[in-house]
C-alpha cells in the first residue's frame, strides 16, 4: 500500500479563516498536539503576511521535531526569503509556494499570460531550492484550470526541483468524479511525475471537500491536505479527522495508509476547539458530540446485542473511552487521575493536586462528574494565570429587561468595585467590566451553551473582541452559573 502523507494546515489555512490572530503560545500548543497525531507535516502560516506569523513559524519550526515544518509564499522572492529565514532552525524545513493556473485567476488576478506564469512558477521553485531541499509547488484553482495547461505548469515545476505538487480545488467547485478525474490526468500525462508526491486540498463550499479528497487519494495521490474540525476560508476545508476515519475504516477501498495515531483525534479536535473559539456541531462526523449516540429504540436495541450493528468506529479507536467510572465529591486523587489518563491527559504532582482542588468545587455544585465537565475542567487548568480575577459579582433585575450588576476584580493585585446598568444581566455585566478595566473593544460575538445535558450542567460561554486594530480575541469561561460564565470568558478575553 502507498504511505499517504497527512498534511495539516489548521495554523494556516484554518486561522486565516477565524478572523482571530493566534499567538505563539496557542499554535504551538496545538502543533505539539498534532505531532501526538502523527501528522507528517504541518503548515505552520505564512510567514511574509506579518511579524506575528513569521514569529510563530520561527517558533514551532525551533521547538517541534519529528514532523516536516512547512511555510506558505507566493511566487515571490521576498516572501521566499522570509520563509527561509523562518524555517532556518527547522528539524525538516519545507517551502510551499505557488501561483493561480485558472484562466480567471491569470486574467483577473494576476493580469498574467498563460507563458509568464509557467515562467514564474519555474523561477519561484528554482529560487526556493536554494534554502532547502524539499520545496512544494501549489497550482492555485487547479480544478478550474485547463487540464491541458495545468499538466504543463505540474511538469515545469518538477523538472524546477518541486518534491510535492499540490493540485487545489481552491473554490470547492468539484465534484468526487471530476477531482478524480484530474488528478488521475494529471498522473497519467506529466511525463517526470513520478519524481514527485502528488497532493490534493479541498474545500467544502458545495460539502463535498472530504469525498473530493478521498476520490483524489483514490486517484493516486499520496498526500492530503485539510484542518482539525474541518475549519477553513469560507466553509472550510476538508476535515482531516473525517479522511483518517474514512481510510482506516476502508483499509483496502483507497489502497494507502498512514501512520496517524487514531487515539489523539478527539483530543486534537477539543484542544483546536478550544483554542479557536469554532464551537464542533453536535452532529460532526468522527469527533462531534453525538457521534457514537444511539437515540433510536430500534439503534439502542441492536447496538446493546452487538455494537457493530450501528457503529462502524468504536469510539475508543478516536480516544473516546468506554470504560464507565463515576466520578462525584466523594472520588479520590487516584480516581481522578486514571480517568483522566483514559481521556488524553497525563498529570502529576502539583498539577494533579491543582485540578483535584477545582475538581472537588466542581463535584461540590454537580452530583456527578461526567467527562465532557472533565474536558472542560482540564481546558480551563491549562489556562495561564490571569492578571484580572473575579472576585465577586451580583446582579438586581427590575423584571422588565433592565439589570444593574456590581462586579469586584483584582487587577493586578489591586481591588476594584463598579457597577453598571444594561439591558439585561449579561448586558449589565460586561458594561461594569469595561467601565473598571477602561475596555474599548467591540463584542463581536457571544455565545452559551450547556456542556452536558442535566439541569445542573456546566455552561460555557464563548466571547469574542475586536480591537481598534482590527485584532479579534477569544475568550472561554465555564460555570454552572451561566451568568458568571459569561464573565469569566469576558475577562479571559480582556487577559489575553
Sequence with gaps: MRKLYVFDTTLRDGEQSLGITLNVKEKLEIGRQLVKLGVDIIEAGFPASSPGDLESVRTLARELKGVIICGLTRAVEQDIDICAEALRLAEHPRIHTGIGVSPIHMEMKLNLNPDQVVERAVSAVKYAKKYVSDVEFYAEDAFRSDPAFLARVIEAVISAGATVVNLPDTVGYASPWEYGELIGYVIQNVKNIEQATVSVHCHNDLGMATANALAGIKAGASQVEGTINGIGERAGNTSLEEVIMAIYTRRDGYGVKSKVNTREISATSRLVSRITGVTVPAHKAIVGANAFMHASGIHQDGVLKGRETYEIIKPETIGVPQNLISLSARSGRHALQYRLEELGYSIEGAQLDDVYQRFLQLADLKKEVLDQDLYVLMGDSENPASNIVLQNMSIATNGLGQATATVILEI??????????????????????????????????????????????????????????????????????IIQASAKAYINALAK
Design 412 to 481: 493586578e493585585g489591586e481591588v476594584f468595585t463598579d457597577a453598571a446598568c444594561g439591558n439585561g444581566p449579561v448586558n449589565a455585566l460586561f458594561n461594569t467590566i469595561d467601565r473598571i478595566t477602561g475596555n474599548l473593544a467591540t463584542l463581536e460575538d457571544y455565545t452559551l451553551k450547556s456542556v452536558t445535558r442535566s439541569s445542573e450542567a456546566l455552561g460555557e460561554a464563548t466571547v469574542k473582541l475586536r480591537y481598534d486594530n482590527g485584532r479579534l480575541v477569544v475568550g472561554k469561561g465555564f460555570s454552572t452559573d
